[in-house]
């Protein structure tokens, strides 16, 4: 059927029209086709960075995206990594500018400064016996490092297990010694609280009555000063006793400037986080974990405590209340991304330093064992046990 000049004027027009805005409508920039999922970067983030949008997308690929590069021998291109190719990691303490750490070696004995883009610098050997989960395990600053230069370190000895003071290339001072030995629970941990004095977490040597025995120093939160008295300010001015029934401890976090602590205790038949009151009980634990994934060193802030597990190659995140209950659902994440870690440490700027132990246990790679220094983990998920 012929359409009526008029008519055909009409649809000529509209069609025009229909097609300038389907023109303008389909410039879309290309910043959406990312796929989802992109690993975040492990260090601090820039501002962000100009972008320039081409009238044409550019053409696709089918090459895949390349995985990041293995490492080679010791020199790993992993952006997170500070150092590589040590003994297992036992503790770590972050220097006050944050870009350089206090790394201590559990089997070794060895204290080491270490930073990114610069060799080790072996600062002190600290004779230790690793047995029974003994060697160094705890390290930490002077309460006025910036003056002194001085460091805490907590070891096992062949009779003992001590806190002793070390300066750079000078022998160790022992502070206080005949914290009790024994066939286990040998393993402590150290924490400045923020007020001139020196937090001692002690494993109860085997021995659960020690703990509970406020004559012993095992099994306890010690607080001390740097001579190794009692600190002033003690519940019981007479004795370094602020909490008493650990087991075998593997790290001590907090917010010092809130008087909040934390440790990770291995308790035997599970793991469990527990808050710190000082000068009162233990208490129950704020979590626990009964398929025992190795607790080890942990770093808090106030809203988010991280927990190192050794045995389950992870971490754990989880978001503490007022009263040191859990709120919501706590995280397992970086599960297998690096193995086994060890210690871990909040650092003044915010971010997290950690220790691996893959020679001990794990499955290492050539660069191992590391140190890591990037943003507190987010992500995951994770069930109460």
């Known amino acids: 059927m012929a359409v009526p000049k008029r008519m055909r004027r009409v649809l000529v027009s509209t069609t025009v029209v229909l097609g300038a ?6 410039q879309f920039p290309d910043e959406h086709t990312r796929p989802w999922g992109d690993p975040p970067s492990l260090e601090p983030q820039a501002g962000p ?4 949008e081409t009238e044409e997308p550019p053409p696709q ?11 080679v021998g010791c020199q790993d291109p992993d952006p997170a990594v500070v150092a590589t190719c040590l003994d297992p990691v036992g503790a770590i303490a972050v220097l006050p500018d944050g870009t350089a750490a206090l790394v201590g070696e559990r089997a070794t004995g060895r204290v080491l400064r270490v930073e990114r883009g610069a060799e080790p610098v072996e600062l002190a050997r600290i004779p230790v016996d690793a047995s029974s989960g003994g060697g160094l395990t705890g390290l930490a600053l002077s309460p006025t490092y910036h003056e002194d230069e001085l460091f805490y370190a907590y070891v096992t000895t062949g009779s003992d297990n001590r806190v002793v003071r070390v300066a750079a290339g000078d022998r160790p001072k022992p502070v206080l010694t005949g914290i009790p030995k024994g066939p286990r629970g040998n393993s402590g941990a150290l924490l400045d609280d923020g007020q001139g004095a020196l937090l001692v977490a002690t494993g109860n040597a085997g021995d659960p009555g020690s703990a509970a025995d406020p004559q012993s120093l095992a099994g306890k939160l010690l607080r001390i000063d740097g001579f190794g008295a009692p600190a002033q300010g003690n519940p019981d001015p007479r ?10 401890p593997g790290g001590l976090c ?3 400037g809130l008087g909040t602590y934390w440790v990770t205790d291995r308790l035997g038949g599970q793991d469990a986080l527990f808050r710190l009151e000082l000068g009162e009980p233990l208490g129950a634990p704020s979590w626990t974990w009964s398929d025992r994934p190795g607790v080890a060193g942990c770093a808090a802030d ?3 405590v991280v927990v190192a597990l050794r045995d389950a190659a992870a971490l754990y995140t989880l978001t503490p209340a007022p009263d040191g209950t859990v709120v919501g659902q706590p995280a397992k994440v970086m599960e297998k991304t690096y193995g086994r870690f060890s210690a871990a440490t909040l650092a003044p700027d915010g971010l997290i330093w950690l220790g691996t132990s893959n020679k001990d246990g794990g499955a290492p790679v050539s660069s191992d064992d590391r140190v890591l220094r990037l943003e507190p983990p987010t992500g995951g998920t994770a069930g109460k046990d």
Not at 21 to 26: E, F, H, K, T, Y
Not at 49 to 52: E, N, R, T, V, Y
Not at 61 to 71: L, N, V
């Open 61 to 71: 690929s089918d090459t895949p995206p390349q995985q990041p590069a293995e490492p």
């Open 239 to 248: 004795s370094p006793v602020v909490v008493s029934g650990l087991t075998d």
């Open 254 to 256: 907090g917010t010092p």
């Open 21 to 26: 805005l389907l023109a303008g409508c389909a």
């Open 49 to 52: 960075q100009p972008s320039f």
């Open 302 to 304: 106030p809203t988010t």
